[in-house]
Nanobody, 127 residues
Framework: LLEMVAYGGGSVQAGGSLRLSCAASRYIEGRHCLGWFRQAPGKEREAVAGFTPYGRKTDYSASVAGRFTISKDASVATLYLQMNNLKTGDTAMYYC????????????????????WGRGTQVTVSS
């Protein structure tokens, strides 16, 4: 896997689940925020979930809280996003991202504070 390239997207019906993954060996340890963001056609990029090192802060956007879970597995240097009970409004291109904690640590859902972005994976949810 290439660094910061998201995998695991696809087409599902509303109510279904997907798990996205992203290789992040350069950022999984140390002073980096890690997060997931998404962007739909004609819309601004928006935050999904993000966390700071050492579990200091983990945030979810209100639209996904209770349905999505961000996690990491340092042993395989991978970031995950488990998405349950998907809705049509979740349809978007999903991206993983990393940033220096000195910039993003106080606001891990602020996309402008992340500076490492990879290729996204498309998630399409049908009714």
């Amino acid at each position: 896997l290439l660094e910061m390239v998201a995998y695991g997207g696809g087409s599902v019906q509303a109510g279904g689940s997907l798990r996205l993954s992203c290789a992040a060996s350069r950022y999984i340890e140390g002073r980096h925020c890690l997060g997931w963001f998404r962007q739909a056609p004609g819309k601004e990029r928006e935050a999904v979930a993000g966390f700071t090192p050492y579990g200091r802060k983990t945030d979810y956007s209100a639209s996904v809280a209770g349905r999505f879970t961000i996690s990491k597995d340092a042993s395989v240097a991978t970031l995950y996003l488990q998405m349950n009970n998907l809705k049509t409004g979740d349809t978007a291109m999903y991206y993983c991202a990393a940033g220096n904690v000195g910039l993003c640590g106080r606001a891990p859902l602020e996309a402008s504070l992340y500076d490492e972005w990879g290729r996204g994976t498309q998630v399409t949810v049908s009714s």
